[in-house]
């Protein structure tokens, strides 16, 4: 196997982990705690995690370049969370997750002409079949699915987490995955310091939830998902990343109850062949690009 092939393997498996992994994380947005400060405790977390790691392997360091792209993609990160976890609190984590996954469509597409990416037609592919898997998995249309406020909040979200995307995928290339995870949650941490304290002081009592959700979740995941990043193209990333909310379903399911009917099942099989398509194609771009290489 091409060291190529392999690295974009490697990506995308990891990248399909962290996808299930984040699929919990609406079982830690779901109490009193307001949304602020629980994207500043996230940040937060995540930030001194990283700062640990890179001192540990003396990877500390100011960033020489892209330094204005990374303050873009630490505020556009920290908006995105807040809305997120916003629109988690509004209305269901299944309309919340759907209308959020229009995001990845949105960076897939805007990724050729602004970023230069070819994007395979087996991709697209891929996508389509990743989308609809998580419109059959969260099933928006079902009854008692809140409207208004939360729809908004949902779309806002992914609007800001396609910015993310392209914003964060040439400086991720340039820095690396841990400059590039640190960087944007210390930017984050620093805009969300007066939320931070708030739940520091105000809500101690989920301290161990604000641990979880910041090192593991964001500053060790973080690292991980800008690290594999680099690796492959937008589209790639963003079918798999539609593992994220077939987990969701999953993790309902172990540890509240909430058991899926045929139809999610469905869609959990439509994401996870999207997912295996993506890494077909992600898989075979390598090889091809390994072997012009070679001439």
Not at 91 to 107: E, F, K, N, R
Not at 147 to 162: E, F, Y
């Amino acid at each position: 196997m091409r060291d190529d092939t392999r690295k974009a393997t490697t990506a995308l498996v990891t990248l399909a982990l962290l996808a299930i992994a984040w699929g919990a994380i609406p079982l830690f947005v779901r109490n009193d705690v307001p949304s602020t400060q629980l994207v500043g405790v996230r940040v937060t977390f995540g930030a001194i995690a990283l700062i640990a790691v890179a001192a540990a392997t003396r990877r500390l360091s100011f960033p020489k370049v892209r330094r204005g792209r990374l303050a873009l993609s630490g505020v556009l990160l920290a908006l995105h969370w807040i809305t997120f976890f916003e629109s988690i609190k509004l209305t269901t984590v299944a309309v919340a997750l759907a209308v959020l996954y229009l995001g990845p469509i949105g960076a897939a597409i805007l990724s050729g002409p602004i970023l230069g990416e070819r994007v395979d037609r087996r991709l697209w592919m891929a996508l389509s079949v990743a989308a609809v898997g998580t419109l059959l998995v969260v099933q928006p249309w079902q009854p008692g699915v809140a409207a208004g406020r939360g729809l908004m909040m949902s779309g806002l979200s992914a609007a800001l987490l396609a910015a993310l995307m392209i914003v964060g995928k040439p400086v991720a290339q340039d820095l690396g995955g841990l400059t590039m995870a640190m960087g944007e949650l210390i930017i984050a941490s620093f805009l969300l310091a007066p939320a931070t304290y708030g739940a520091l002081t105000q809500n101690a009592e989920h301290i161990v939830n604000f641990l979880i959700l910041g090192a593991v979740f964001t500053g060790f995941a973080g690292f991980l998902y800008w690290e594999m990043m680099r690796h492959l193209p937008v589209a790639a990333t963003s079918v798999v990343m539609y593992i994220e909310p077939a987990s969701a379903v999953v993790w309902a399911a172990l540890l509240l109850g909430e058991i899926p009917n045929v139809t999610a099942w469905l869609g959990v099989g439509l994401v996870v062949g999207g997912g295996l398509l993506a890494a077909t194609v992600a898989a075979k771009d390598q090889e091809a690009i390994g072997a012009q290489a070679a001439l």
